[in-house]
């Protein structure tokens, strides 16, 4: 079967930003794009005399014109789409296995400078095996930033894994966006105390090292990708931070997340929890072993 970008769709504004990113995306990928409708009767919430067919044919008729308004804006982009029968949370988990990427759409919190992940996204990004982009949308802004703009990675020098990192050179890359990849160095404490970190010889010397880390981790995908251009961003300070700072105006956030095979209930990581609920862009949250 012919691999795609995904978008979960359920007729809201946060939900037609995403398949407006996913179409992009599919575009810049050269693959088609499947609008996907994940469908879960439960009399208990629309009521037990309500007519589960009338539901369907809604869920349809959101199918159809979600399509036909993709389809009017993006010609060249290959559009299907499907109502898919089952717990939005597993059907959306089994999308992504199947896909390039899966794009979900995020609603904001008014004049807050950040977003609120449902509890549906949540469990897809804690369940995905493959790469899910978070879209924010809302009724102030459903602009999406120029695919131009830097594609902004938050790295951890002590955990750097070679699915996020190339998940975000081949973005950049596919965008013709600058790569900036951004690292927060957190001071140790010794006994607690962080005061040894005012010393500005301190500071200097932590920098350094971590730039040197960074600069002497990323030559061979600078080697990779020859005519990336690449700028390497090290900060005092803790890595969520850090990132949300250098997120400002980025046409994508790339973050990481380890595939947990415990079932402890969904677990993003700290990081990656501050980007998906404080980035005013889209989020590609990439699992890693």
């Known amino acids: 079967m012919t691999q795609s970008v995904t978008a979960g769709v359920d007729g809201s504004r946060e939900s037609l930003t995403a398949a407006a990113w996913a179409a992009g995306e599919a575009r810049r990928r050269e693959l088609p794009l499947r609008l996907v409708y994940a469908w879960d009767w439960q009399p208990q919430v629309y009521g037990v005399l ?154 200097e010397r932590l920098l350094a090292v971590a730039g040197e880390t960074l600069t002497s981790y990323l030559a061979p995908w600078k080697d990779k990708f020859p005519r990336q251009p690449v700028v390497q961003q090290v900060e005092m300070g803790r890595p969520a931070g850090v990132l949300l700072d250098a997120s400002s105006g980025a046409s994508l956030v790339v973050v990481g997340r380890r595939i947990s095979r415990i079932p402890l209930g969904p677990r993003i990581g700290a990081v990656t929890h501050a980007a998906l609920h404080h980035c005013r862009g889209p989020v590609a949250v990439v699992p890693h072993a």
């Open 50 to 203: 309500a007519d589960p067919a009338t539901h369907r044919a809604c869920a349809d008729e959101v199918l159809a014109k979600t399509a036909a308004l993709v389809r009017k804006q993006n010609p060249d982009v290959e559009v299907t789409a499907e109502r898919a029968d089952g717990p939005p949370a597993a059907v959306l988990s089994a999308e992504a296995g199947r896909s390039a990427v899966l794009a979900l759409g995020s609603r904001g919190l008014g004049g807050l400078a950040g977003f609120l992940v449902g509890s549906v996204s949540q469990a897809t990004l804690a369940r995905a095996e493959r790469p899910v982009v978070v879209v924010r949308g809302d009724d102030e802004d459903t602009s999406l930033p120029a695919p131009e703009a830097d594609v902004v990675l938050g790295l951890d020098l002590q955990e750097p894994h070679d699915d996020v990192i190339a998940y975000a050179f081949e973005s950049a890359e596919r965008q013709h966006a600058r790569l900036r990849i951004v690292h927060g160095v957190t001071p140790p404490a010794v006994f607690g105390d962080y005061s040894a970190v005012r010393d500005p010889g301190v500071r």
